[in-house]
């Protein structure tokens, strides 16, 4: 029996022994495509290596990657956008691209502590781009050995920090401490908060549904999605980024026809409403929130906020809570303005001040870490 023949069968009635369905399953992990996890737990001599293996493990929004760094000395590297990566439908100004590089540049500085060096970070070296990134640089790293430095004890985090695009259990109240351990993260330069209140947290779960359902429905901004999605282990090895669709079941979804890009653009599609019921389910599934609200809209404040998520999302794991940002309310596309202004007014995060996450904050299931392309395809060489 060829594998379509296989999945048939099981779709039509279980015909197929369990023997084979455990084979399909075991052979669907995208190996290469999380070799950077193991890469970056392995160690490396050279310590610009060795913080760059753990900064590609950085979260980013639709796991675009939108990092280049060139090696410009012994200890020092520059870090700049890749603009291919951006979204610009979603993403018009780069807000969260800048957000992922944050995560990028907070991560190495993590990782430059487990080795004895603190990370100096220079944002903006050429000034701020504006309204969207551009050519210059995003900021000059550099390495600075440092005798009496403990190791960050968010750096064991590293390889359990998630975004968990999963229902939380309802019935588990985020504890007291957590909330208080994550609210202390806060800085002059950005503010952490939970929202525990529950008739905020009623209007947030249907903010973030009705922003969902607009993004779906605004085909351009839909598309630029659907043109992410990576369907199967084939297709995530190829292009380890964007928006994995893989596992068995769903891989097993595809082979009979039953998901493809096609259906997915097409919101009328059962695949398509079963997503968007999937989606539904899991924003209602939000015991908390965690904000992030830098104090003006400047690029430097922006990369702030994204270094304070970044340690939030460690923080997170420390505590055995789950995290996953729910971004499309924030987006600043036209069709999303209204959600925008009620989110600001709901939450009190209008100009000057600026809300760069909202994340659901609750227990959720144990998920897998997320495809990666390895470090040394993302450097240059000066
Ligand atoms: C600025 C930013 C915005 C994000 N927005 C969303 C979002 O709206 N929905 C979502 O499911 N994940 C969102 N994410 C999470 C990314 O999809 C995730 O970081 C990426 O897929 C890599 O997965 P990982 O964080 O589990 O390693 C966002 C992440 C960042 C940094």
């Known amino acids: 029996m060829n594998r379509r023949h296989f999945l048939v069968s099981v779709g039509a009635g279980g015909l197929v022994a369990a023997t084979g369905v455990t084979a399909f399953a075991l052979t669907r992990t995208p190996t290469a495509a999380l070799a950077p996890w193991a890469e970056a737990a392995s160690g490396h001599p050279d310590p610009r290596r060795f913080v760059l293996n753990h900064a590609v493990l950085a979260p980013n929004p639709h796991n675009r990657q939108p990092w280049i760094v060139e090696l410009t000395g012994p200890l020092t590297m520059t870090l700049w956008c890749n603009l291919d990566r951006r979204l610009p439908q979603t993403d018009p100004f780069d807000r969260q691209i800048l957000i992922g590089l ?102 947030l779960r249907d903010l973030t549904w009705d922003a969902w359902q607009i993004e779906a429905a605004t085909k351009r901004t839909h598309m630029e999605s659907v043109d992410l999605m990576r369907i199967g282990r084939r297709e995530i090895e190829a292009n380890p980024d964007g928006i994995s669709l893989g596992g068995p079941f769903l891989e097993g979804l595809s082979l009979i026809g039953q998901l493809s890009r096609e259906q997915l653009a097409d919101p009328a599609s059962s695949a398509s409403r079963q997503g968007a019921d999937m989606y539904r389910t899991m924003l209602a599934a939000a015991p908390a929130y965690l904000t992030v609200v830098a104090p003006d809209p400047s690029r430097a404040a922006t990369f702030a906020a994204g270094r304070a998520y970044l340690r939030a999302n460690l923080t997170v794991a420390a505590l055995g809570l789950s995290l996953h940002p729910v971004s499309q309310a924030l987006q600043e596309f036209a069709e999303m303005d209204g959600p925008r202004a009620r989110l600001d007014r709901l939450l009190d995060t209008g100009a000057p001040r600026r809300l760069h996450m909202l994340a659901r904050l609750g227990y959720g299931p144990a998920v897998p870490q997320t495809p990666r392309w390895a470090a040394s395809t993302r450097i240059r060489t000066a």
Request: with cysteine; hydrophobic share 45%; proline share 10%.
């Open 102 to 203: 944050a995560c990028f540049a907070e991560l190495a500085a993590i990782a430059a502590t487990a080795i004895g060096y603190r990370l100096e970070v220079e944002t903006f070296p050429a000034g701020e781009p504006w309204p969207r990134l551009d050519q210059r640089p995003i900021a000059h790293l550099r390495l600075v050995r440092d005798g009496g430095l403990s190791a960050d004890p968010l750096f064991a985090q590293i390889p359990h920090r998630r975004s968990t695009k999963r229902p939380f259990d309802m019935a588990r109240p985020v504890p007291a401490a957590g909330i208080a351990a994550l609210e202390r993260l806060s800085t002059d330069a950005a503010r952490i908060t939970a929202v525990t209140d529950p008739a905020i947290l009623g209007t």
